[in-house]
């Protein structure tokens, strides 16, 4: 089965501590996304990456980081530095030259 | 700056009383427009990819249309299962541009 999978479903964050939310696609998808969703807001981009070993800023990385070493796996670190980081973060890929995008599951992020 | 709005925010439907759903744009040089479903706790789900003004594409008892400056998803004879959120998007670069949503309910 095709698709993009994300990790873990629900994580707890304690106070200084950084956490790591996973993404993988076995789509081939070129381009790969993070997205951060609150309520009442719309979707807002936090990191994307069109290319291996190369990645851009979105709206919102203040206290994100993220590494694209590999095609199939994209994933998100929340650092100590991200004040409010409670929120449901979704990962999504598209294929170069194609413009929708396609989404994972989401992992819901708390905050202990 | 480009912009996305939905509305309305809310909508409660009876079973099989049709409805549209309203996504306004200001996307310059507009690429894509694309719907969503969106379940609660769940990712957002596919639905369409509009390309330029006049066209139209329908799924089940979705249709969705497209005008130089809105979008509508119109839903006819809505069923229970089809009550979630309707997020619309727009992009002119690699980017999506997201409006909030519409939280649909349909009633039995």
């Known amino acids: 089965d095709g698709g993009i999978t994300q990790s873990p479903k629900y994580l707890f964050r304690k106070e200084g501590q950084n956490v790591t939310l996973s993404c993988e696609q076995n789509?081939?998808?070129?381009?790969m996304y993070w997205y951060r969703q609150d309520p009442g807001q719309g979707l807002r981009l936090i990191y994307y990456?069109?290319?291996?070993?190369?990645?851009q800023k979105g709206d919102i990385a203040e206290g994100y980081s993220v590494s694209r070493e590999k095609k199939e796996s994209f994933p998100l670190t929340v650092t100590s530095a991200q004040k409010n980081p409670t929120a449901f973060y979704l990962c999504?890929?598209?294929?170069?030259?194609?413009?929708?995008?396609?989404f994972g599951p989401g992992t819901r992020l708390l905050v202990l | 700056e480009d912009q996305v709005t939905q509305s309305p925010e809310a909508l409660r439907l009876q079973e099989g009383e049709s409805s549209s759903l309203n996504c306004s744009y200001t996307?310059?040089?507009?690429?894509?427009l694309f719907w969503y479903r969106q379940d609660p706790g769940k990712g957002p789900e596919f639905l369409f990819t509009?390309?330029?003004a006049g066209e139209e594409k329908e799924k089940e008892r979705l249709k969705a249309t497209l005008t130089k400056k809105e979008s509508f998803l119109h839903i006819t004879a809505p069923k229970p299962e089809d009550s979630a959120t309707y997020l619309c998007?727009?992009?002119?670069?690699?980017?999506?541009?997201f409006g909030t949503g519409t939280r649909l309910q349909v009633f039995p």
């Open positions: 990456s069109q290319i291996v070993n190369d990645f």
């Open positions: 996307v310059s040089g507009l690429r894509g």
């Open positions: 789509l081939n998808h070129d381009a």
């Open positions: 509009l390309y330029s």
């Open positions: 998007a727009g992009t002119n670069t690699d980017k999506l541009i």
């Open positions: 999504a890929s598209k294929s170069s030259g194609q413009e929708t995008q396609y």
